[in-house]
């Protein structure tokens, strides 16, 4: 017996310039693997094995051998070395080229003998439905008949890093919509922090009592109900002029996502990360590409924690404690009749500390991508390829800040009815697209904010006043789920949403 992960396939990019990692199961006592100019052997230990390829440019395509001294071999044809990059998260990773915007053109375009793409397959507990996909799963070419189905947001990343570096790139999807960063770490890493075990423990408290049985049934129910419910969802907005979440549900039924709760439900803490992640990891890689966090809006003010943990736990499980990891900070949103609140905000002020304090980390700017009442906006080759310019920028060192950076905000001070904010990355300047620059509000000492009623912006700074405060103390900017999006930095980039204080509520 001689198997490999499902990852390695046909097709598959290695890692460049890195020991790249190879493993498996055997009931031999030694393997080998060959590529190339290159022969390692190792010993089978408890049934597993694990070697490490030496360093290799970017360059194809090669044959790799898998072999047992009992003669069972595995063969590997058209194997490239490039860069590979995991693409984590939920639905706007997730979100396929073919249904974003001008997705259809982009299908038709797509031969592109650089890019290729690995979707872990998407089952939400072990069984043997997991093996039979992980059997049917492989390294894809970047293809009409294949692409329409690779995250949007992957490809326009992997296109635009290996034009750059002209060299060929690997995207491994593994994302799964509705999730929780909570889903993709071990439940240790949840129990081991005070300020997210909640998601363990609520997790707990529902299933302690729970009768297995009941619960597939139910779920099983779910499952048709659901799909039932989507499909005439779907419908109502593609055939509704303005349609409203108010109306499809007057429509179409009550909305019965996410299902019953329990140990097969693909939104329980930890579940993913055991049949997704570990899967795949070790797998030799350049670094992570991030979109998540919206359906931890709930517990905002833990998503530092919840983020900075997942972040350490990816690294731990690939060795290294460098990894880069690039961010996509959420963008606006806000329902149609939906109160427009704070809860977004603070993720996104989440994202942004999480970027300051961890090393190795990226944040792609996205605010202006946002729709009104569309949690997911189909607009997605600005993000991949904001994300593109922050890996340039952080992982290759290959690009500058003037390119790879809208105006962040650094520090303020007051001078007399004025407050002066003063922004990194705006070598070049701030610009307002609008009549008006929008979005800045102004308080006291009270905490109660009012919009500024004057910006001006003189190179690197930006001058609020409000008549309505006459010590100013606090200034934020666009702390909404939702408003418009007018300020930019001249490489149109947008501004970074921020407030001068976490003190100021």
Request: with cysteine; aromatic share 14%.
């Amino acid at each position: 017996m001689l198997k490999l992960p499902a990852i390695f396939s046909d097709h598959m990019i290695l890692q460049r310039r890195k020991p790249v990692v190879i493993w498996g199961e055997s009931d031999a006592k030694k393997v080998t693997v060959t590529i190339q100019d290159a022969r390692v052997v190792t010993y089978v230990q408890d049934g597993k094995w694990q070697l490490f390829l030496p360093p290799m440019e970017a360059g194809g395509p090669y044959v790799l051998t898998v072999k047992t001294d009992e003669e069972e071999e595995k063969v590997y044809e058209d194997v490239m070395y490039g860069e590979i990059w995991l693409a984590g998260g939920q639905s706007n990773m997730e979100l396929e080229l073919q249904n974003s915007k001008n997705g259809a053109v982009a299908v038709t375009e797509a031969h592109n003998e650089l890019l290729r793409f690995y979707y872990t397959p998407k089952v939400s507990y072990l069984c043997d439905e997991l093996y039979e996909q992980e059997e049917k799963s492989c390294w894809e070419l970047c293809c009409p008949e294949n692409v329409g189905r690779w995250s949007a947001v992957g490809y326009y990343f992997a296109r635009k890093l290996a034009a750059q570096l002209d060299v060929p790139v690997g995207i491994i999807g593994c994302n799964w919509g509705g999730t929780s960063a909570s889903c993709w770490m071990s439940r240790e890493a949840l129990e081991n922090d005070k300020v997210i075990s909640s998601y363990v423990e609520e997790y707990d408290a529902i299933v302690a009592e729970q009768d297995f049985d009941a619960y597939c049934k139910e779920r099983e129910e779910y499952i048709v109900y659901q799909a039932e419910f989507d499909k005439n969802c779907k419908h109502y907005y593609e055939t509704t002029p303005n349609p409203t979440w108010e109306g499809a549900l007057e429509v179409c039924g009550e909305n019965k996502y996410p299902g019953p709760m329990g140990p097969r439900s693909e939104y329980r803490p930890a579940g993913l990360y055991e049949t997704m992640i570990q899967r795949i990891a070790p797998y030799t890689l350049a670094g992570f590409l991030y979109y998540q966090g919206e359906e931890d809006d709930k517990k905002p003010r833990s998503y530092y924690n919840l983020l900075t943990r997942l972040i350490r736990q990816w690294r731990e499980d690939w060795h290294d404690d460098k990894l880069p990891f690039m961010i996509v900070q959420l963008p606006m949103f806000s329902n149609v009749g939906e109160e427009n609140l704070t809860n977004w905000p603070l993720i996104r002020e989440a994202q942004h500390r999480v970027y300051r304090t961890v090393k190795n980390t990226g944040l792609a700017v996205v605010l202006d991508k946002g729709e009104y009442s569309n949690i997911h906006p189909v607009d997605k080759q600005p993000v991949g390829e904001r994300l593109a310019l922050q890996a340039m920028y952080h992982a290759y060192g290959l690009d500058n800040e003037v390119r790879a950076f809208g105006p962040f905000y650094q520090s303020c001070y007051t001078l007399q009815s004025y407050i002066w904010l003063i922004f990194n990355h705006v070598r070049d300047g701030i610009i307002c697209t609008g009549e008006n620059p929008l979005g800045f509000e102004v308080a006291g000492q009270d905490k109660v904010f009012y919009p500024a009623d004057s910006v001006q912006i003189q190179g690197n700074k930006v001058r609020l006043f409000s008549a309505n405060v006459k010590e100013p103390v606090y200034a934020r900017y666009n702390w909404r789920n939702y408003a418009e999006v007018n300020m930019f930095g001249k490489n149109g980039l947008p501004m970074a949403p921020f407030r001068t204080s976490m003190n100021d509520e």
